[in-house]
C-alpha cells in the first residue's frame, strides 16, 4: 500500500456545523467568509468567483474545490450558483500534513458518484452511531480522493518529519532554531534544512513563521484578545514588522482579518 493511501485509510475528521446544498445569488459576497476548517465544494449550477490569499478560483458547475482554512479573502456571484459544501478539519496529524504540505491541484473535476457521496455526508453528518460515521468519514474519503488521483507517491521522508513538525506546533510561541530541529533529527544544520525544503517546498524558518501566522489566526477569533497581546505572545514584539509578515501571508492586515473571521461562515 503506498503512503497516500495508508494516511487516508487511517483519516478521521471532525466537521463544523453541518454539510449542506444551497443556490447563492449576489448576497453570496456578504457571506462568504474565512473559516478555521478546510471546506469542500461540489458546484452543480452557476458559477462565482472564490478569491483566497494566493490565488482567485472561478468555481464552475461539474467541479469539486478544496479550500484551506484561513485562506478566503472574498467571493462574487454576479448570477446565481448552487453548491453542496461542508468544512471539515482532519483529525490525523499525517492527514493535516498531506492536506498542507503535498501540492495537489484544489480543483478537479468531479465524478459522476460525486453528488451522491454528498448526500450521504449530508444524510450522516450529526449521526452518532458507527454505521453514520463509517458512511460519513468514508464518503468525505472518496469525495478528497479526487485531488490525489495524479499523484502516485509521496517520498517516505515525509513522515519522517512528522515528529518535527510535531515539535514545532508544541513550542510555537517559542524561539525555535533550525539547529534545534536539525539535532532532534539527528541530521547536519545544511543536510536538514536542504531536504526540509525538498519535501515542504519551503525553509524551515518559514514554516516556523507560517505556523505562528496560522496559530495566531486562530486567536483572533477571540474579541477579548488584542492583536498586539496576540502577536507579542508569539515572539513578535515589534507591531509593524508582525503586521506586515502577517499581510504578506494572509493579503490581510491583522484587523481586517479579525474583521473577516468574525463576519459568519458559508
Not at 507591531?239 to 458559508?266: D, V, W
Request: glycine letters at 4%.
Amino acid at each position: 500500500m503506498d503512503l497516500i493511501s495508508k494516511i487516508f485509510e487511517e483519516s478521521k475528521f471532525s466537521f463544523e456545523e453541518g454539510a449542506f446544498f444551497i443556490t447563492v445569488t449576489d448576497w453570496w459576497s456578504n457571506v462568504v467568509s474565512l473559516s478555521t476548517y478546510y471546506r469542500l465544494y461540489l458546484i452543480t449550477d452557476g458559477a462565482a468567483e472564490l478569491r483566497l490569499t494566493d490565488k482567485t478560483y472561478n468555481l464552475k458547475a461539474g467541479y469539486l474545490y478544496l479550500i484551506p482554512s484561513f485562506s478566503v479573502v472574498s467571493g462574487n456571484c454576479e448570477k446565481m450558483m448552487s453548491h453542496y459544501f461542508v468544512h471539515f478539519m482532519p483529525d490525523s496529524p499525517n492527514t493535516n500534513l498531506l492536506f498542507k504540505h503535498v501540492h495537489f491541484q484544489r480543483e478537479t473535476p468531479a465524478p459522476p458518484i460525486a453528488e451522491e457521496l454528498f448526500k450521504l455526508v449530508i444524510e450522516n453528518i450529526h449521526g452518532s452511531t458507527t454505521y453514520a460515521g463509517i458512511v460519513r468519514d468514508s464518503a468525505i474519503k472518496l469525495l478528497l480522493s479526487n485531488f490525489f488521483k495524479d499523484i502516485t507517491q509521496v517520498s517516505a521522508d515525509f513522515l519522517r518529519f512528522k515528529d518535527i513538525i510535531t515539535y514545532i506546533n508544541d513550542n510555537i510561541k517559542s524561539r525555535i532554531t533550525v539547529k534545534e530541529l536539525a539535532d532532534l533529527a539527528f541530521l547536519n544544520k545544511v543536510y536538514f534544512s536542504n531536504l526540509f525544503a525538498k519535501i515542504f517546498g519551503i525553509s524551515p524558518q518559514g514554516y516556523i513563521i507560517n505556523q505562528k501566522i496560522d496559530a495566531i489566526c486562530a486567536l483572533l477569533a477571540d474579541k477579548n484578545l488584542s492583536i498586539k497581546e496576540i502577536s507579542c505572545d508569539f515572539g513578535f514584539s515589534d507591531e509593524a514588522y508582525f503586521s506586515r509578515l502577517f499581510k504578506s501571508k494572509t493579503k490581510l492586515s491583522p484587523k481586517e482579518f479579525r474583521n473577516m473571521l468574525l463576519k459568519g461562515k458559508a
